[in-house]
T-cell receptor, first 114, second 119 residues
Framework: GNSVTQMEGPVTLSEEAFLTINCTYT??????LFWYVQYPGEGLQLLLK?????DKGSNKGFEATYRKETTSFHLEKGSVQVSDSAVYFC?????????????FGQGTTLQVKP | GAVVSQHPSRVICKSGTSVKIECRSL??????MFWYRQFPKKSLMLMAT?????????EQGVEKDKFLINHASLTLSTLTVTSAHPEDSSFYIC???????????????FGEGSRLTVL
């Protein structure tokens, strides 16, 4: 079936460190891929997305490239800030028979220390 | 950007009572809304897809008689947890897709979530 797998957290980094959060997926058809972020006490927000293979989504210094050959959509940021501390969810949609719903990974908590 | 509002944000109720949670799209029309449940340290589990003017589509394993969903207008969907029990305590999140948005495009907007605690 369709699924998303993220790396286990929490991920703890010092400010200005390089961030990678791994995400791999299984899907039928040609899904779109997303990263959502949930800051403490807030709802989910779309961070970035990619709708086809080799597309790179980017926003707020974060990037992720849709790799069909490795079925991956890893999230990266070159220099994290304390304000990036949040839970990050990888998700997919648009697979065969999809009605628009999103399938989420389990979420990865990022803690950035000053 | 588009805003989705949930109410109440927190609710505490006694076991056996029913609780209604509202999800409103404030500045756009939404023919489709989704209800998710988020467990502590776990991902979001899709409970059901709510379509305006028709019955909701429930995911496998979700009790439709326990989690009643109504989508009576293009800006409002409600989730009613009937005869709530402590195991229903959770964080419930709704999302809405703007009418005309392409299915699978990810043009979903999320509410702030509602934390239900059943005593």
């Amino acid at each position: 079936g369709n699924s998303v797998t993220q790396m286990e957290g929490p991920v703890t980094l010092s400010e200005e460190a390089f961030l990678t959060i791994n995400c791999t997926y299984t899907a039928t058809g040609y899904p779109s891929l997303f990263w959502y972020v949930q800051y403490p006490g807030e709802g989910l927000q779309l961070l970035l997305k990619a709708t086809k293979a080799d597309d790179k989504g980017s926003n707020k210094g974060f990037e992720a490239t849709y790799r069909k050959e490795t079925t991956s959509f890893h999230l990266e940021k070159g220099s994290v800030q304390v304000s990036d501390s949040a839970v990050y969810f990888c998700a997919l949609s648009g697979f065969s028979g999809n009605t628009g719903k999103l399938i989420f990974g389990q979420g990865t908590t990022l803690q950035v220390k000053p | 950007g588009a805003v989705v509002s949930q109410h109440p944000s927190r609710v505490i109720c006694k076991s056996g009572t029913s609780v209604k949670i509202e999800c409103r799209s404030l500045d756009f029309q939404a023919t489709t809304m989704f209800w998710y449940r988020q467990f502590p340290k776990k991902s979001l589990m899709l409970m059901a897809t709510s379509n305006e003017g028709s019955k909701a589509t429930y995911e496998q394993g979700v009790e439709k008689d326990k989690f009643l969903i109504n989508h009576a207008s293009l800006t409002l969907s409600t989730l009613t947890v009937t005869s709530a029990h402590p195991e229903d305590s959770s964080f419930y999140i709704c999302s809405a897709r703007r009418s005309g948005g392409r299915a699978g495009s990810g043009e979903l907007f999320f509410g702030e979530g509602s934390r239900l605690t059943v005593l």
